[in-house]
């Protein structure tokens, strides 16, 4: 299915959003690096904030290579969905001891926060398998999605890490 001049130009600009947002979180990160490792369950909140960007990037720049029929890169980008939504999951799970103040709903907002854009690429992506246009506009859902996410991320590790 190729991409009109329109969605090309607007996955282009998606795809350099979220690189340069990707860019402002590794830069919070390596700035407050010593703070980030002094507590337990900030290394992994780290890992996590880089995990769903990273893949928006991946998928979003698979939506950009030319000739690829719907079918494959509906399928490549439910993989990209499916691994931004189970890594954090897991990265989730393991801190969870590391923070015993946590609250459930803490717990279950953050999931939440974590999956949520993440089922908007693989709901795109099997929508694209069966070629319809459709899945772009899920797709553009969840790269906006993720740009708020590395926005609220990037919120914590620079800012809420010194209170």
Do not use: C, K
């Not at 490792?37 to 698979?62: D, F, K, M, N």
């Not at 950009?64 to 029929?69: A, E, R």
């Not at 923070?99 to 974590?114: I, P």
């Amino acid at each position: 299915m190729p991409l009109t001049p329109d969605w090309a130009t607007f996955f282009s600009a998606e795809l350099a959003a979220l690189a340069a947002l990707t860019g402002f979180v590794v830069v919070a990160i390596s700035i407050n690096l010593a703070r980030i490792l002094s507590y337990p369950h900030l290394p992994s909140r780290a890992a996590e904030a880089l995990i769903g960007p990273v893949g928006a990037i991946t998928a979003t720049s698979l939506v950009l290579i030319p000739g690829q029929p719907s079918w494959l890169l509906g399928g490549e980008v439910v993989v990209a969905g499916l691994v931004m939504a189970i890594a954090p999951m897991v990265v989730q799970v393991r801190s969870w001891g590391s923070r015993s103040e946590a609250t459930a709903v803490e717990h279950a907002t953050r999931a939440v926060m974590s999956v949520g854009f993440a089922l908007a690429f693989v709901i795109g992506g099997a929508v694209l398998v069966f070629a319809s246009v459709a899945g772009l506009f899920w797709i553009a859902a969840g790269d906006i999605a993720s740009l708020i996410a590395v926005v609220f991320n990037s919120w914590v590790l620079m800012v809420e890490i010194l209170r």
